[in-house]
């Protein structure tokens, strides 16, 4: 099962590097890593998606993180209520009559066109993991350029 972690760690050089060692050395694959500072500079929030099998190693990783001398909390969002997120950008190359099949598309999953050539348009998402997989897979039908996904990131409300 897939977990979301939030870290609170000091902005400092070298922290994601020892987080992502600390997962690695332990045989944990990161699934999902966004980093960003917060409204104060010197602290950085990282939101991971891990894939942990049960409880038990849930809680083994959430001890390691807090383990380490620059974190300053660590959230797991697993029983929380939570807001999560991902951006998408996808250009699709289309043919002459496919272009407003694609911005109906778009506009079902609540997308935006945001670059339109002749032959290709990028389209940006921003949404929960199912709504970004199921633009994907409207798009499917289409020729695919290129993708790029953020990692998700969340809060608590």
Known sequence: ?????????ENKFGVLA?????????GYNIA??????TLTPDIS???IV???????VLEQIKKQLNKLIDV????DFTKKEHLDRELVLVKVRYGAK???????IAKKFSATVVKCKADCLIIQ???DQLQIKGLLEALGHYTIQELIRTGRIALTY
């Open 1 to 9: 099962m897939r977990h979301t972690i939030s870290v609170l760690v």
């Open 18 to 26: 020892r987080v992502a060692g600390l997962f690695s050395a332990r």
């Open 32 to 37: 999902s890593l966004a980093v960003s500072e």
């Open 45 to 47: 929030y990282m939101t």
């Open 50 to 56: 891990v894939e942990a099998k049960d409880e038990r």
């Open 72 to 75: 300053i909390s660590v959230t």
């Open 98 to 104: 496919e272009k407003t099949k694609l911005e109906s």
């Open 125 to 127: 998402a921003v949404g």
